[in-house]
């Protein structure tokens, strides 16, 4: 077994046994080569980043369980295996950064594809797929994710 897998190992297993979302998101920021990480976050999910140095996270952002950042996809083998397409490893990895910027929570089981900016003070509600970018200050929820409301009105609506 390679050290970089051991290392993915020991992390999965301290985000494992760890309840304390504070402590995971220091964990993974000492522990992990992210392109960014800031402060303030928390981390609840146990899932390790496949390729962290893709995913820049801002200030006071909070990942909920099961969160899943996709950098990449696997189009370029299927595609190289096809024996009606050009073949010869013509097709390529594809990856891309996420962003995430300032004040933005992402809820329990979300995917964050490759290539998508979450703007600051956005909610990604629980079980959503993130494919597009998303503008400051909404929530989106759904499968694609889409605009259902406004991060001030859920802001003001739990204050009360």
Known sequence: MTI?????????AYLSLSNSGK???????N?????RFGKNN?????????DP??????????IATEVY??????????????????SGGVYKRYSDDIEIFD??????????????????NAIVAANSVVTRDVPDGVVVGGNPAKIIGKYDAVAEKRRK
């Open 103 to 120: 004040n933005v929570f992402i809820g329990a089981r979300s995917t964050v594809m490759y290539g998508v900016k979450i703007g600051p």
């Open 23 to 29: 402590k995971k998101a220091q964990f993974l920021k």
């Open 53 to 62: 140095e893709r995913l820049a996270i801002g200030n006071n952002v909070k």
């Open 31 to 35: 522990h992990c080569n992210f392109k």
């Open 69 to 86: 950042f996709c950098t990449h996809d696997v189009l370029h083998d299927m595609f190289n295996d096809d024996q009606t397409l050009v």
């Open 4 to 12: 970089k897998r051991l290392k993915k190992l020991w992390m999965i």
């Open 42 to 50: 928390f981390w609840y999910s146990r899932i390790v980043p496949a």
